[in-house]
């Protein structure tokens, strides 16, 4: 349980995006602004996790670039434009890192570590036991792991998934709780 860590001002957070910060598309790929939406949680939480964490990185897989249904351009704007809004509300966002890759086996698509190390590559400073994982899927468990960090397991759109679990350390609800629970 993450309530027996010291969290200091020397943490990193990282973030899962889909089913963490945002609403999940079911079946489908978040392609494009308008179909972006906060969970209010979300947006409720970012400010008290900008004010206990040195830096908050998002790392999110985004297959759909890769199969030619989104571009770049359209993942950045999505990521310009939730950015801008949560550093409006008081929150910020350091780095976002995406993977497009189709291969499941790529080393920068979770589960793999690959966005973790080049996080740590833009931050030097990062030390992954200092680090925690906040994701809705296994898959953002086994990353976490795989890069030695602590785990969170959101619980917003997969409640189903068996806790307590080796890969998570900790399980909640919503971001809110989990902020409101450091």
Known sequence: MLGDLHITEDWTLFLDRDGVINYEKKGDYIRNWSEFKFYPESLAALPLLAQKFSKIIITTNQKGIGKGWM?????????????????????????????????????????????????????????????????NRMSDMEFGRNAGMHTVYLATTHPEAPFPDTKIDDRYDHLFQFAQAI
Request: glycine letters at 6%; charged letters at 25%.
């Open 71 to 135: 571009t770049d351009a359209d993942i950045t704007l999505i990521h310009d434009n939730m950015t801008q809004y949560i550093i409006e509300l008081g929150g910020r966002i350091d780095a976002i890192f995406y993977c497009s890759d189709l291969d499941n086996a790529s080393y920068n698509r979770k589960p793999q570590p690959g966005m973790a190390f080049q996080a740590k590559e833009k931050f030097p400073s990062i030390d992954f036991t200092k680090s925690i994982m906040v994701g």
